[in-house]
């Protein structure tokens, strides 16, 4: 399950917020696409932390997030 733990609005694009949020997520699969979350569109910058394992991850410009620990890029749109 996602859940925002905080969010900071920064523009509108289109209909949506675009927002810099901390997120936290049950397991890395449920990390969001920019679009992912509900009326909103996540900006580089967000962070999220992955509570089964503890690692905390950051997402990049390209659209990826990236475990703020090892550096291993996860892409949402993978659907691993």
Same mark, same amino acid.
């Given at each position: 399950?996602?859940?925002?733990? +905080?969010?900071?609005?920064?523009?509108?694009?289109?209909?949506?917020? &675009? *927002?810099?949020?901390?997120?936290? =997520?049950? =397991? +890395?699969?449920? &990390?969001?696409?920019?679009?992912? *979350? $509900?009326?909103?569109?996540? !900006?580089? @910058?967000?962070?999220? %932390? $992955?509570? !089964?394992? #503890?690692?905390?991850?950051?997402?990049?410009?390209? @659209? +990826? %997030? =990236?475990?703020?620990?090892?550096?291993?890029?996860?892409?949402?749109?993978? #659907? $691993?």
């Amino acid at each position: 399950m996602l859940t925002i733990l +905080k969010e900071k609005f920064r523009s509108f694009d289109g209909e949506r917020s &675009l *927002v810099i949020a901390e997120l936290a =997520v049950d =397991v +890395k699969t449920e &990390l969001p696409q920019a679009n992912g *979350v $509900e009326g909103r569109i996540i !900006s580089q @910058g967000t962070i999220a %932390w $992955e509570i !089964s394992t #503890g690692d905390l991850y950051g997402f990049g410009g390209d @659209g +990826k %997030w =990236v475990n703020q620990a090892t550096g291993e890029a996860y892409d949402p749109t993978d #659907g $691993e």
